[in-house]
């Protein structure tokens, strides 16, 4: 059974740069979450997709970011125009279509991304 | 919106005693509860989780207790391995249908000391 995966791990860039994260989730998985964390606090959530719709997305996701779910499987983030408070661990998770576990997710590795 | 608080932030215990950690949150309305451990550069796993239709769930080493009328839910490890060092975060999904998306607790970091 493959888990979430997610490319890159590491990203490094410049300040002002444009960067774009890959999500691939648990086959089957409708639901595909996109959270961030910062160093020493727990996960905060950005946005949500079911299947190819973006249904919800936080205050946090400012108009620099950007997501995507195009076919309904994998997805992408993109942050234009990069910030130094834009440096965290970007989780993916993705949760079964409904049913009894349909709120349980499950994550990926996170892409660690560090702005110059 | 929902809002997760957890204690202690670190805690240090002696292999083989046990390790319990604490979590309250404020939406009444809240009815999944997961823990995670997050192991250093790794995303978190998910090791448990209660829904608010049961008071207390195991598995192996592994419960969590619920109690809905104080807002509270709590993890509890026994025989504690070195292996169980990591940092451990509580969640709660917000009120209403839609994307169940989490609410997390500052998480807990569990040092065992062999």
Known sequence: DTGVSQDPRHKITKRGQNVTFRCDPISEHNRLYWYRQTLGQGPEFLTYFQNEAQLEKSRLLSDRFSAERPKGSFSTLEIQRTEQGDSAMYLCASSPPDGTTTDTQYFGPGTRLTVL | ?114
């Open chain 2, 1 to 114: 919106g929902e809002n997760v608080e957890q204690h202690p932030s670190t805690l240090s215990v002696q292999e083989g005693d046990s390790a319990v950690i604490k979590c309250t949150y404020s939406d009444s309305a809240s009815n999944y509860f997961p823990w995670y451990k997050q192991e250093l550069g790794k995303g978190p796993q998910l090791i448990i989780d209660i829904r608010s239709n049961v008071g207390e769930k195991k598995d192996q080493r592994i419960a969590v207790t619920l109690n809905k009328t104080a807002k509270h839910f709590s993890l509890h490890i026994t025989e504690t391995q070195p292996e169980d060092s990591a940092v451990y975060f509580c969640a709660a999904t917000p009120s209403g249908a839609g994307s169940y998306q989490l609410t997390f607790g500052k998480g807990t970091k569990l040092s065992v000391i062999p």
